[in-house]
């Protein structure tokens, strides 16, 4: 079992027939506001992405464009690396399928697992979905007219002798976990599809494939034999854990994936971790607990796809970054992403409403209000040290209430809401107008810092997605410090931190350029 503080937040390792795009950002991008927000509530984080390279469509790929499945790989996956740190991404490892300590971990499981007959060599004929990389039972496939459930293109048939998974033995034991773990998936609505799905029957599933050439991780002993590709990929959960020198970071508290990938992680992989205990004596590996699926960003109200060209790539989301600025990216990810079971439509005209409101008009304009009054009144110092009357126990019902999303992405928006209600309790005290008479001076030092305290406490809400302008908000307020706390992983407390009075009396407020300028059109 981990330890309690520990916290383990994967995302999909990603294919590297191609460069990132959208999909790939975003779940990199909610995986790392909840891993800092984490840090910051003082849990000791471990963040995982990387890249699954041994697939078909990587050596296709690369030969089309006449390169070497190695320098493509390496192409992409340097440019996945590149994307993430771009992006702003923390993880604390990048792994890379094609690495020797990935290779040699699978290589040891699937020998475990055939020593135990969880796996063993027979024979399959079936639907192949060679886009996804899997086989399509009978039926699902009949009701997609033979044509892939997730990109159209047709499937193909497949005969070959194989190595199975015995997964027709998980059917109980898959039942019973999600029975006893109500958060195993999540959200809900996919936790039912998965039982769903479990009760119809769980068959055997081939693992290996033979003649695909010589790309990949070949079977322990049976060197004919390639390991199937998600067989490989899943197992990178575990290979980057180094179970030595992470183990208490095990079990992982989240895998962050999109509904596609679904059944793998829900169904197999779970079962492929009891049969990796049972191989190797119980809770060697221990199941997660959460896969957490999302749903899919479409664009401009279509699915996204090269040939329709409304695909958001890389150039476009750099696009974003340079007028808006990398956090307005986060932000948007955050507050409208498809992070339930709805898919989200990604729109221009979306983004800069969102922008606008949310941004310039509510988190930026606040702050600016506030420092150009108090620079304005009381020459730029917060004087006077006040408690919360009038605005603390608004910002602790907002507090209080619970995000719709069990990641905790959701206290992003708890931000916003704090920030509004300042907004509203200078529209209610109106220290513009109390201003004009000097006898009011000390009622207006009170409702300033009100402001600014309250501020920084939204800051603390809204830094996970926000992180360079919060940074920017704490650096014109004195509390840089805070930037060490959060490099310091697992020393910050949110409590200590948001509780009321934070600022000191006679902390000063700098003046600076716009936190986030209006943005319009022309
Ligand atoms: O499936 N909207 O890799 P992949 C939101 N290698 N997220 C999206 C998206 C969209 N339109 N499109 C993709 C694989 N994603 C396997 C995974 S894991 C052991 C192996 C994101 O490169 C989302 O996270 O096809 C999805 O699950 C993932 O990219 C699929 O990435």
């Given at each position: 079992m981990n330890s309690d503080d520990s916290f383990y937040i994967s995302t999909p390792i990603f294919y590297v027939n191609d460069r990132p795009h959208i999909g790939h950002i975003y779940t990199a991008t909610i995986a790392d506001?909840?891993?800092?927000?984490?840090?910051?509530?003082?849990?000791?984080?471990?963040?995982?992405?990387?890249?699954?390279?041994?697939?078909?469509?990587?050596?296709?790929?690369?030969?089309?464009?006449?390169l070497s499945t190695r320098a493509w790989a390496d192409q992409n996956a340097g440019a996945f690396r590149k994307a993430f740190q771009d992006f702003g991404i923390s993880n604390d490892d990048f792994i890379r399928t094609s690495e020797q300590r990935h290779i040699e971990f699978v290589e040891k499981v699937v020998s475990d697992l055939e020593a135990t007959g969880d796996v063993y060599l027979g024979q399959y004929e079936g639907w192949y979905d060679v886009s996804q990389e899997e086989y399509v039972p009978e039926s699902r496939a009949k009701e997609h007219e033979f044509c892939s459930p997730v990109t159209r293109k047709p499937l193909v048939r497949r005969a070959e002798e194989n190595?199975?998974?015995?997964?027709?033995?998980?059917?109980?034991?898959?039942?019973?976990?999600?029975?006893?773990?109500?958060?195993?998936?999540?959200?809900?609505?996919?936790?039912?599809?998965?039982?769903?799905?479990?009760?119809?029957?769980?068959?055997?599933?081939?693992?290996?494939?033979?003649?695909?050439?010589?790309?990949?991780?070949?079977?322990?002993?049976?060197?004919?034999?390639?390991?199937?590709?998600?067989?490989?990929?899943?197992?990178?959960?575990?290979?980057?854990?180094?179970?030595?020198?992470?183990?208490?970071?095990?079990?992982?508290?989240v895998h962050l994936i999109a509904k596609d990938i679904l059944w793998f992680h829900a169904v197999i992989w779970p079962s492929l971790l009891m049969a990796i205990s049972k191989a190797r004596g119980n809770e060697w590996l221990s199941v997660p607990n959460t896969v957490y699926a999302h749903s899919f960003w479409i664009s401009e109200g279509q699915k996204m796809s090269k040939s329709l060209g409304n695909f958001?790539?890389?150039?476009?989301?750099?696009?974003?970054?340079?007028?808006?600025?990398?956090?307005?990216?986060?932000?948007?990810?955050a507050t409208q992403g498809p992070l339930d079971t709805m898919d989200g439509d990604f729109s221009r005209s979306r983004f800069i409403e969102v922008y606008n409101s949310d941004l310039a008009n509510t988190v930026g304009n606040s702050w600016n209000r506030i420092v150009n009054m108090t620079r304005r009144y009381c020459a730029g110092r917060l004087n006077r040290k006040v408690d919360g009357e009038g605005l603390g126990a608004e910002l602790e019902r907002i507090a209080s209430k619970k995000p719709q999303d069990s990641l905790g992405v959701g206290y992003v928006s708890h931000g916003v809401e704090m920030i509004k209600a300042i907004d509203s309790y200078i529209q209610e005290t109106q220290p513009f107008k109390l201003a004009k008479d000097a006898s009011n001076s000390s009622q207006v030092e009170e409702i300033l810092y009100r402001?600014?305290?309250?501020?920084?406490?939204?800051?603390?809400?809204?830094?996970?997605?926000?992180?360079?302008?919060?940074?920017?908000?704490?650096?014109?307020?004195?509390?840089?410090?805070?930037?060490?706390?959060?490099?310091?992983?697992?020393?910050?407390?949110?409590?200590?931190?948001?509780?009321?009075?934070?600022?000191?009396?006679?902390?000063?407020?700098?003046?600076?350029?716009?936190?986030?300028?209006?943005?319009?059109?022309?």
């Amino acid at each position: 079992m981990n330890s309690d503080d520990s916290f383990y937040i994967s995302t999909p390792i990603f294919y590297v027939n191609d460069r990132p795009h959208i999909g790939h950002i975003y779940t990199a991008t909610i995986a790392d506001i909840v891993a800092r927000r984490q840090r910051m509530i003082g849990r000791e984080v471990f963040f995982l992405t990387g890249t699954d390279e041994h697939a078909a469509k990587v050596v296709d790929a690369a030969s089309d464009r006449g390169l070497s499945t190695r320098a493509w790989a390496d192409q992409n996956a340097g440019a996945f690396r590149k994307a993430f740190q771009d992006f702003g991404i923390s993880n604390d490892d990048f792994i890379r399928t094609s690495e020797q300590r990935h290779i040699e971990f699978v290589e040891k499981v699937v020998s475990d697992l055939e020593a135990t007959g969880d796996v063993y060599l027979g024979q399959y004929e079936g639907w192949y979905d060679v886009s996804q990389e899997e086989y399509v039972p009978e039926s699902r496939a009949k009701e997609h007219e033979f044509c892939s459930p997730v990109t159209r293109k047709p499937l193909v048939r497949r005969a070959e002798e194989n190595y199975f998974f015995r997964l027709s033995e998980y059917s109980k034991p898959m039942l019973e976990l999600l029975e006893r773990n109500p958060d195993f998936v999540k959200p809900e609505a996919r936790k039912n599809e998965v039982i769903g799905r479990i009760k119809e029957g769980l068959a055997d599933v081939p693992i290996s494939r033979t003649g695909g050439g010589d790309w990949g991780v070949s079977f322990p002993g049976n060197p004919k034999h390639m390991i199937y590709v998600w067989i490989d990929a899943l197992l990178n959960y575990a290979s980057a854990i180094d179970l030595d020198r992470r183990r208490h970071y095990w079990p992982a508290t989240v895998h962050l994936i999109a509904k596609d990938i679904l059944w793998f992680h829900a169904v197999i992989w779970p079962s492929l971790l009891m049969a990796i205990s049972k191989a190797r004596g119980n809770e060697w590996l221990s199941v997660p607990n959460t896969v957490y699926a999302h749903s899919f960003w479409i664009s401009e109200g279509q699915k996204m796809s090269k040939s329709l060209g409304n695909f958001i790539d890389l150039e476009q989301l750099h696009g974003y970054k340079e007028r808006f600025g990398l956090d307005a990216l986060r932000f948007f990810f955050a507050t409208q992403g498809p992070l339930d079971t709805m898919d989200g439509d990604f729109s221009r005209s979306r983004f800069i409403e969102v922008y606008n409101s949310d941004l310039a008009n509510t988190v930026g304009n606040s702050w600016n209000r506030i420092v150009n009054m108090t620079r304005r009144y009381c020459a730029g110092r917060l004087n006077r040290k006040v408690d919360g009357e009038g605005l603390g126990a608004e910002l602790e019902r907002i507090a209080s209430k619970k995000p719709q999303d069990s990641l905790g992405v959701g206290y992003v928006s708890h931000g916003v809401e704090m920030i509004k209600a300042i907004d509203s309790y200078i529209q209610e005290t109106q220290p513009f107008k109390l201003a004009k008479d000097a006898s009011n001076s000390s009622q207006v030092e009170e409702i300033l810092y009100r402001c600014a305290e309250a501020y920084r406490i939204a800051s603390l809400y809204l830094w996970p997605a926000l992180t360079e302008k919060m940074t920017e908000v704490w650096y014109r307020s004195g509390l840089l410090s805070y930037t060490e706390v959060l490099k310091n992983r697992g020393s910050g407390d949110l409590e200590q931190w948001t509780a009321w009075g934070g600022l000191s009396e006679g902390t000063e407020l700098l003046e600076g350029p716009a936190l986030f300028p209006r943005y319009s059109e022309e």
